[in-house]
């Protein structure tokens, strides 16, 4: 069997093999987050000029009431659509995983199919579902016309008019959006681990006496953890910066903290400011990620 190579063994090989990658994170990475880094603590002068001064202006401005309220909404939004995603997600995954070996290719193929349109598009098309002469209102309309066609065939009096959903432009319809989108990012890495998983323990579980439910959520879920973690971080964190969706779905209470950095750095050429924000929002999602690393220490110890 052959073994991982000591890096210390041939230094030279491990070099030249991380030193394409390394440039690549350097020049592309590094040195564009560090410029936006620098930005923020720059100081707006003229109309699009900035002069890095290290002041903290522009991150007191974010916590004023009116910018902190888009945060806090774009934090319950991204985290409501994370929930949804999660709760269609995981059953959805698992019935990919336990699906005969000559379905799983085609019902992969369905949840990667989205990924081959262009999100514009699919975003834009929501519309004629939200809208209040839309697709969603039309079965409604037809269940709600059914339903008193019904009461009036057994003498009783329906129950009036139709009065149509008004979905669009609204937060709900932001939040279903950004579900409609990142769906399949939570799908993915739940059949992953799921795929991984031995079928076995779910045997031994119900052989012992164990419920179906019970061994869903005593043994099923926290063996299949870390893929319930890594979807919530892949929707939660695009999720929390996206911008064009609220841009095509939502109304003028629907502007998400992303709205407000692509209009400081398209519109109000507030670089400084914009950059601030975008290293919020960055904060953010390294205290996530670092509250998952402690938490998965903490497992890792605990089973130790």
């Not at 834009?124 to 019904?150: K, Q």
């Not at 323990?201 to 179906?212: I, M, Q, R, T």
């Not at 953890?225 to 841009?247: E, Y």
């Not at 750095?265 to 904060?283: E, K, Q, T």
Request: proline residues 5%; contains cysteine; aromatic residues 14%.
């Amino acid at each position: 069997m052959l073994q991982a190579e000591n890096w210390r063994r041939r230094p030279r090989i491990f070099a030249a093999l991380a030193l394409p990658q390394a440039a690549w994170m350097l020049v592309f990475f590094i040195v564009p987050l560090a410029f936006i880094f620098a930005l923020s603590f720059s100081e707006k002068t003229g109309v699009i000029g900035h002069e890095l001064s290290w002041t903290s202006e522009n991150y007191l401005r974010a916590l004023e009431p009116v910018y902190f309220r888009i945060l806090v909404k774009s934090l319950l939004i991204a985290a409501a659509a994370t929930v949804i995603c999660l709760l269609i997600g995981y059953p959805v995954a698992l019935a990919v995983a336990f699906a005969p070996r000559r379905l799983k290719i085609p019902l992969l193929l369905a949840i990667t199919l989205p990924f081959w349109i262009n999100i514009i598009v699919r975003t834009y098309s929501l519309i004629a579902v939200f809208r209040t002469r839309g697709y969603l209102n039309f079965v409604l309309e037809w269940f709600w016309e059914s339903g008193n066609s019904v009461l009036q065939f057994f003498g009783m009096e329906g129950g009036g008019d139709f009065v149509p959903l008004q979905l669009l432009h609204t937060n709900a319809a932001v939040t279903l959006g950004v579900v409609y989108v990142f769906l399949p990012f939570m799908i993915l890495p739940l059949y992953a681990a799921m795929e991984r998983f031995d079928k076995s323990y779910l045997e031994a579980s119900l052989d012992l006496g164990a419920g179906h439910w019970q061994t869903l959520f005593s043994v099923l879920l926290p063996l299949t953890l870390p893929g319930v973690v890594s979807g919530i971080i892949i929707v939660f964190v695009p999720a929390l910066g996206v911008f064009f969706i609220a841009d095509m779905l939502g109304g003028t209470d629907s502007q998400l903290i992303g709205n407000v950095i692509e209009r400081q750095f398209l519109g109000a050429n507030n670089l400084p400011f914009g950059a601030a924000l975008s290293f919020i929002l960055m904060y953010l999602t390294f205290f996530g990620i670092l509250l998952r690393s402690l938490l998965r220490r903490r497992a890792i110890n605990g089973d130790e």
